[in-house]
């Protein structure tokens, strides 16, 4: 199974909503990620989970909260998002050994997330 | 600066080949890598090669690797309909906290027509 799957494909969301993002592999990695994409730009990584520890937080606002609960899954809670929040939402994962700077990421397909 | 430069748009007729440039500013870049992104899809790696390395093939797909004008390119031969999508290409930088994130260009748009 090389798969990484992703819940829900597409969401709505006032700003006054509290939803959250599902992520989930089996492939045995030990590093997931978020990444926020907007149309026609690169992924922009938002928080990296290494061994089920949040290692990287690129400054990411409150209003997004990660959730590592065990080593396949993933989460992010989104609570009072703004308009322009709406993106595709990405997450990956890959083997975390961190060797030589080969990490091969795997990446789901998505939530295409709007908020109005 | 790990800055990652792409050409936006490449548009191919079926059948020729493709040329896909990038090019990157941090010479301590260990690995580099091609993804592809199609419609409404997440990424998907295509290919990677070593900093030590100039040329990997694998099928179709060949990449070059110009380390001194810190250029690479990737080359699809036989370019198919099903080729169309977004090409990032990435390098792999280590930074001090010791992770090796990639970091992605802006994207290349691979249209090919019949």
């Known amino acids: 199974d090389t798969e990484v799957t992703q819940t829900p494909k597409h969401l709505v969301m006032g700003m006054t909503n509290k939803k959250s993002l599902k992520c989930e592999q089996h492939m045995g990695h030990r590093a997931m990620y978020w990444y926020k994409q907007k149309a026609k730009k690169p992924p922009e990584l938002m928080f990296v989970?290494?061994?089920?520890?949040?290692?990287i937080n690129e400054s990411v606002p409150s209003r997004f909260s990660p959730e590592c609960p065990n080593s396949s899954l993933l989460n992010l809670h989104l609570h009072a998002l703004q308009p322009e929040d709406s993106a595709l939402y990405l997450c990956?994962?890959?083997?975390?050994?961190?060797?030589?700077?080969?990490?091969?990421?795997?990446f789901g397909s998505g939530t295409q997330l709007s908020v109005l | 600066g790990e800055d990652v430069e792409q050409s936006l748009f490449l548009s191919v007729r079926e059948g020729d080949s493709s040329v896909i440039n990038c090019t990157y500013t941090?010479?301590?870049?260990?690995?580099l890598y091609w993804y592809k992104q199609e419609p409404g899809a997440g990424l998907q790696l295509l290919t990677y090669?070593?900093?030590?390395?100039d040329m990997k093939q694998d099928q179709r797909l060949t990449v070059l690797l110009n380390k001194k004008d810190k250029h690479l390119s990737l080359r699809i031969a036989d370019t198919q309909t099903g080729d169309s999508a977004i090409y990032f290409c990435?390098?792999?930088?280590?930074?001090?906290?010791?992770?090796?994130?990639?970091?992605f260009g802006r994207g290349t748009s691979l249209i090919v027509h019949p």
């Open positions: 990435a390098e792999s930088i280590e930074p001090s906290g010791g992770s090796y994130i990639p970091t």
């Open positions: 990956a994962s890959s083997q975390g050994t961190w060797v030589r700077g080969n990490e091969k990421l795997f």
């Open positions: 941090d010479s301590s870049s260990t690995y």
């Open positions: 989970y290494s061994y089920e520890k949040l290692s």
């Open positions: 090669i070593f900093s030590n390395m």
